[in-house]
């Protein structure tokens, strides 16, 4: 064989967003060797950038006399190759530059070049002669004695800091120190000492009922290949627990479990569960943590010291060192795409991952995406299905009330006021589900009919009592509430539609006795906020939760006995395709919190369409016989999951900037695609359904084909054609794949 060429030149990704590698020159490498996977620095412009070295060569299309060397490098052990496999398959695949991926990939402060080493604490334990010292040995130094005897009490070492919370002092410990008697070692914070399988489980697991059971069997059966699996069962049939077993074979095998969860399911409430079953660390990555605390995970996840990982979207990219399975929770979730810049979808990636890896991966949700649904009925996922629930009861049924030419208060007509006095007076709690925070969606003048509108997007102001002023959820513009009528000067303004502030007001009126809560991003704006109003709620006394989307979804609210949705047509009718899906999905999870203890359940919803044929059926047989419709539908009309979709999206602040690069590149794609590939279709370009947002036109375009690397290649000729394009340096970009809202 002969020998490799010596690597003189290094490919290496850099944050940018051209999607392309760069090439520099290579310097005397770290002690293993140029490799693939190390970081770097590298002159870049006129700064200095961390890079990746992607690939190393001997040789350059650059001419020589232009390359520049490498500053220097970070590290001498690379990044996994498993997880740089990852980010160039997410740069491909959303056609995105390698450089910005593995930039959103690392932890922040990798990113700026901090070493791969995860934080240490000193910890101390006893040496083999401080355990056999007698225990009166130390009489005249009572304080020592004492420190002595604690740390006999934890053969796994106590840190520091936890020994001086004890009131101990260094210079105690130091004392013990010189004597021989403790010795200090510095180590990870998050270390795994991996207990034996039969001593993995801190609580015993639940015995499963039959459906659970079968689902683990099959399950196991897959768990040392790629396997792709949908648990699909309504809320509360025990999907959690059956991921909880799966963890626990994957586990006691030596592997690690990689969860991830939509924002809002990573609770305080799902973490202490996952906590309680087992004894090995249980690591949480998500945006509230501390630099230091995301890197400590990272690493502990890297080096195998972090047995289970839960996150949410961005946790794809963690790195395993040993991987076992991916679970996806509540797969449908649209917090799991992530809607600007790198478009990835976390669940997609998480799919291709395990593929990567040969092992299973799976979905869980009570309202499976119809992508997913539709790869089980294809049978390429196993469907597993759950369609009990552990407790008694089933699921409620929703019952449509109409609302039209009736009278509300606070939204809510006289027969769902009625419902709420007589759940109360059983002293069981009800949940008002109202999709709008804020007090009224609008503000509007009497007299000539104005509304209150945003100077920067095409969409009403909402009005906000606490403070009290017009705030644009859009752009997040904010202003006072006009004395007068800007149109026609009456003073007579006022509130259209209701909000979760005014439903919370007009609730107080008709039930003074009972407390309310609102539940909305305002409310709990503080971290702690939310989970001392939960911890309220949780008590079980009577009361009236007033909440966004933030409720409905993974809390478990086991007191509400009674669901209204104060107004099921909002998202119902909006021009996207996936409305119907996406509203059902969210009907569901709603409908999801009531009467999961003892007591069954009723959800109200009310709606101006409840002869609305969709809506009847979701209520009359459910999310699963109405995605079956809704996939019919989307066979018929040619729509994912049967069509791959790719959407450019186009904005700037000048209307005929994004107009003219709208028309020039729908007509030089249709050119290409007449010629190249015909069966990839070009729609539009349109006005995004929002035409004005935050002071910026937007436009867009959508690709559509039948098989997805056909529609790679042209959006791969757009993105090229685009980057060469004069005009559209004048008009911001980007290309979704898979979009999820158009
Ligand atoms: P899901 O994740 O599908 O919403 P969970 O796993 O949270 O369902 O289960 C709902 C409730 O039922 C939880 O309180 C859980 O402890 C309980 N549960 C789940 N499986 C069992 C079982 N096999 N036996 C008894 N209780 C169970
Ligand atoms: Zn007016
Ligand atoms: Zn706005």
Redesign the pocket.
């Given at each position: 064989m002969p020998s490799p060429s010596p690597t003189t030149i290094l490919g290496v990704a850099v944050p940018s967003p051209l999607r392309r590698l760069f090439d520099y020159r290579a310097i005397a490498p770290p002690p293993g060797g140029w490799r693939p996977g190390l970081r770097v620095r590298v002159p870049f412009g006129r700064r200095e950038v961390v890079g990746i070295v992607i690939e190393c060569r001997d040789h350059s299309e650059v001419p020589a006399a232009s390359l520049k060397p490498i500053a220097g490098w970070l590290d001498d052990t690379p990044l996994p190759e498993d997880w740089l496999w990852l980010c160039r398959f997410t740069a491909r695949y959303y056609q995105h530059s390698l450089g910005d991926t593995l930039t959103h990939a690392l932890p922040g402060l990798l990113r700026q070049g901090r070493p791969l080493e995860a934080r240490t604490r000193e910890t101390w334990r006893l040496t083999p002669d401080g355990q056999s010292l007698p225990a009166e040995a130390l009489a005249r130094a009572p304080r020592q004695a004492a420190l002595l005897a604690m740390l006999r009490q934890h053969p796994r070492g106590l840190a520091t800091p936890a020994i001086g919370a004890q009131g101990f002092t260094r210079a105690q410990l130091q004392a013990l120190a010189s004597k021989g008697l403790i010795h200090a070692d510095l180590e990870p914070l998050i270390e795994a000492p991996l207990p034996s399988a039969d001593r993995l489980l801190a609580e015993p697991a639940?015995?499963?009922?039959g459906e659970?059971a079968q689902a683990l069997g099959r399950l196991h059966d897959g768990l040392e290949r790629f396997s792709p699996a949908l648990l699909h069962?309504v809320?509360?049939?025990?999907?959690?627990?059956v991921y909880l077993q799966l963890i626990e074979a994957v586990v006691a095998r030596g592997r690690q479990a990689l969860v991830l969860v939509p924002e809002i399911g990573l609770t305080p409430q799902t973490l202490a569960r996952f906590r309680k079953r087992f004894r090995v660390p249980v690591v949480a990555l998500h945006s509230g943590l501390a630099d230091g605390e995301r890197l400590d995970a990272w690493l502990a996840a890297l080096q195998g010291r972090a047995p289970i990982v839960i996150g949410t979207r961005s946790a794809v990219f963690t790195p395993l060192a040993r991987p076992g399975v991916i679970i996806v929770d509540e797969e449908h979730d649209g917090s799991l795409k992530q809607q600007d810049g790198l478009r990835y979808h976390a669940r997609d990636l998480a799919v291709a991952r395990a593929h990567y890896h040969d092992i299973p991966v799976l979905l869980g949700s009570a309202t499976p995406s119809l992508e997913s649904l539709a790869q089980a009925h294809s049978g390429r996922y196993q469907h597993l299905r759950l369609t009990r629930r552990?407790?008694r009861h089933a699921p409620a049924r929703l019952e449509l009330i109409d609302t039209r030419g009736r009278p509300r208060r606070g939204g809510l007509i006289p027969p769902v006021i009625e419902a709420i006095r007589q759940t109360l007076a059983a002293r069981h709690q009800v949940l008002v589900f109202i999709n709008r925070r804020g007090f009224a969606p609008t503000l509007a003048c009497e007299a000539c009919g104005w509304l209150a509108e945003c100077r920067h997007c095409d969409a009403r102001l909402t009005l906000h009592r606490q403070p009290h002023q017009l705030v644009c959820h859009h752009c997040d513009h904010q202003q006072p509430l006009p004395d007068a009528c800007p149109q026609c000067g009456s003073a007579d303004l006022r509130p259209l539609g209701t909000g979760t502030e005014r439903s919370e007001e007009s609730l107080a009126g008709l039930f003074p006795e009972v407390p309310i809560y609102r539940i909305d991003r305002d409310s709990t704006r503080r971290k702690e906020a939310f989970e001392t109003l939960l911890n309220e709620v949780r008590r079980g006394d009577p009361a009236i939760l007033v909440g966004t989307q933030m409720l409905a979804k993974g809390h478990h609210l086991p007191h509400v006995t009674l669901v209204v949705v104060v107004n099921a047509d909002a998202g119902l009718y909006a021009s996207d395709f996936r409305a119907m899906e996406q509203s059902a999905q969210l009907l569901e999870q709603v409908a999801g919190r009531a009467g999961r203890a003892e007591h069954p359940g009723r959800v109200l919803v009310q709606t101006q369409h409840s002869d609305d044929p969709q809506l009847g059926l979701l209520a009359s047989q459910g999310y699963d016989a109405l995605a079956e419709q809704l996939l019919t539908e989307r066979r018929a009309a040619a729509l994912p999951p049967y069509r791959f979709l790719a959407l450019l999206r186009l904005e700037a602040p000048r209307e005929e900037a994004v107009q003219a690069l709208a028309g020039q590149s729908a007509d030089a794609l249709r050119a290409w695609l007449a010629d190249q590939a015909p069966e990839v279709h070009c729609l539009g370009p349109v006005p995004a359904p929002m035409e004005r947002r935050q002071g910026r036109y937007h436009m867009q375009l959508m690709l559509s084909a039948e098989r997805r690397s056909r529609l790679h290649e042209a959006g791969a000729w757009l993105i090229g054609w685009l980057e060469q394009c004069r005009e559209a340096r004048r008009v911001r970009w980007s290309l979704d794949i898979d979009p999820q809202t158009l």
């Open positions: 639940l015995t499963l009922n659970q069962g809320t509360g049939s025990g999907k959690t627990e552990a407790s």
